[in-house]
């Protein structure tokens, strides 16, 4: 095995991080308490944001960095291993690495490895964090996951939808942008659509809109990026016609 150019690091933030106050909280104090914490919910709920928010802010806590692995395109489960040695820059002839080799190399060090988009590799995932933490003491890993990993001493923790006014609350700007879904709207709205605020012409609409998105964050960044080409009151009539 020899070291190759680091290509797991936690990447910077492209768009501003909107909300979840409670749950990066939720997560940090997890983490705390535990040495396998897997974030669950839903596709584009945001799991993997708020895990690398949280993973960004932790590196003075691990001396030996804080590293991402991306699973999404993996299909084959032994694969796994690989993919995770490649994310710490390591590399070797073989297309397959041993669980062993990759905790040999890890078992000194202390890291906070991001396992990101386990769902559809789940037991293999399982199997790998479950050898890698019992051989490895400086070891923690966040996972995401749209189910629990079923590792001894895993904690998990939910990824709720954004926050989203009722609909007989308050179409105010000000009061709508309490919210979480509908500052999420307007910021990656006026990426797209410079100038864009959150009015009293288009507060209703954007609130239907997020109400109709259920506040599932990917969704509703979509729907902001309709703005090009859409009102907001015809974005939300497309959706309540859906």
């Known amino acids: 095995m020899e070291a190759g150019r680091p290509s797991g690091r936690i990447p910077g933030e492209l768009t501003e991080f909107v909300g979840r106050r409670a749950e990066l909280a939720r997560v940090r104090d997890a983490l705390e308490g535990a040495r396998l914490v897997t974030l669950t919910g839903p596709g584009g709920i945001g799991k993997t944001r708020l895990a690398l928010r949280v993973a960004s802010g932790a590196g003075r806590a691990f001396d030996d960095g804080v590293w991402l692995a991306e699973l999404g395109g993996l299909t ?137 998105l259920d506040g599932i964050p990917l969704a509703v960044e979509l729907a902001a990026v309709r703005l090009r080409s859409l009102s907001p009151g015809q974005i939300l009539a497309r959706l309540d016609s859906r």
């Open 76 to 212: 084959d489960p032994g694969l796994v291993v690989g993919e995770v040695a490649r994310s710490f820059g390591l590399s070797d002839r073989s297309a397959r690495w041993a669980v062993a080799s990759l905790a040999d190399y890890l078992r000194a060090r202390r890291v906070l490895l991001v396992l990101d988009q386990c769902e559809h590799l789940a037991d293999a995932c399982a199997v790998l964090a479950d050898a890698l933490l019992r051989g490895c003491p400086g070891l923690q890993i966040l996972a995401t996951s749209r189910h629990v990993l079923g590792v001894a001493g895993e904690i998990t923790v939910p990824v709720p939808p954004m926050t989203v006014p009722a609909a007989d609350g308050p179409n105010e700007p000000g009061e709508l942008l309490r919210f979480e879904a509908v500052r999420l709207f307007a910021e990656r709205a006026a990426a797209v659509l410079p100038g864009f605020t959150v009015n009293a012409a288009n507060g209703a609409a954007v609130a239907g809109v997020c109400r109709a």
